[in-house]
């Protein structure tokens, strides 16, 4: 049972436009989410967050909006740059669980300049 | 500088015998994971620990075993009896507090294969 999907496989976007990365969860106890940015053969590294408190959280060129009421979030980059070709997990964890991180399966995206 | 060291970054082993994944962290984070990636997968949890001398099992625990005796240390096993261990794994770890939310820091990984 996946508790956390990312539908899209991979996304294919232009230099200089928007990049939308989607998520869904299906379990209403999560409290935090995370998105996490990941090069071949290297560790995850930690993009940006949102508390379930808030529905919006922006850090530079990333955004990150949460709809608890669909159980969906996404991250947009913009404008997007080659540099930020990776793949993109989504995660969600709950303290009531120990902040124990359960991911979704990565979004490959492309940037081409 | 902190943060979280696993070794080796290849491994190759044999088939019939066990190995053991070093993950070292220098965070003083209380809890600690270890994750597998394969191709086309999200990470899936294997072990977690979230105290020392106290661990539970994740999603896929079967044929890995793993010991938390120290607050800084968190080896994970494969056995013999993982049957498909070649994969990408993947150690973590976050500060564990009540009411608090907190981001996982990863290590580099280290990619099995066996042989």
């Known amino acids: 049972d996946q508790q956390v999907k990312q539908n899209s496989p991979s996304l294919s976007v232009q230099e200089g436009r928007i990049s939308i990365l989607n998520c869904d969860y299906t379990n209403s106890m999560f409290d935090y989410f995370l998105w996490y940015k990941k090069y071949p053969a290297e560790g995850p590294t930690f993009l940006i967050s949102?508390?379930?408190?808030?529905d919006k959280n922006e850090d530079g060129r990333f955004t990150v909006f949460l709809n608890k009421s669909a159980k969906h979030l996404s991250l947009h980059i913009v404008p997007s740059q080659p540099g930020d070709s990776a793949v993109y997990f989504c995660a969600a964890s709950s303290f009531r669980y120990g902040n124990k991180l359960v991911f979704g399966a990565g979004t490959i995206l492309r940037v081409k300049s | 500088d902190g943060g979280i060291t696993q070794s080796p970054k290849y491994l190759f082993r044999k088939e019939g015998q066990n190995v053991t994944l070093s993950c070292e962290q220098n965070?003083?984070?209380?809890?600690m994971y270890w994750y597998r990636q394969d191709p086309g997968q999200g990470l899936r949890l294997i072990y977690y620990s979230q105290i020392v001398n106290d661990f539970q099992k994740g999603d896929i625990a079967e044929g890995y075993s793993v010991s938390r005796e120290k607050k800084e240390s968190f080896p994970l096993t494969v056995t013999s009896a993982q049957k498909n261990p070649t994969a990408f794994y993947l150690c973590?770890?976050?500060?564990?507090?009540?009411?608090?939310?907190?981001?996982?820091?990863f290590g580099q990984g280290t990619r099995l294969t066996v042989v």
């Open positions: 973590a770890s976050t500060l564990r507090g009540k009411g608090m939310n907190t981001e996982a820091f």
């Open positions: 965070l003083n984070h209380d809890a």
């Open positions: 949102i508390s379930s408190i808030k």
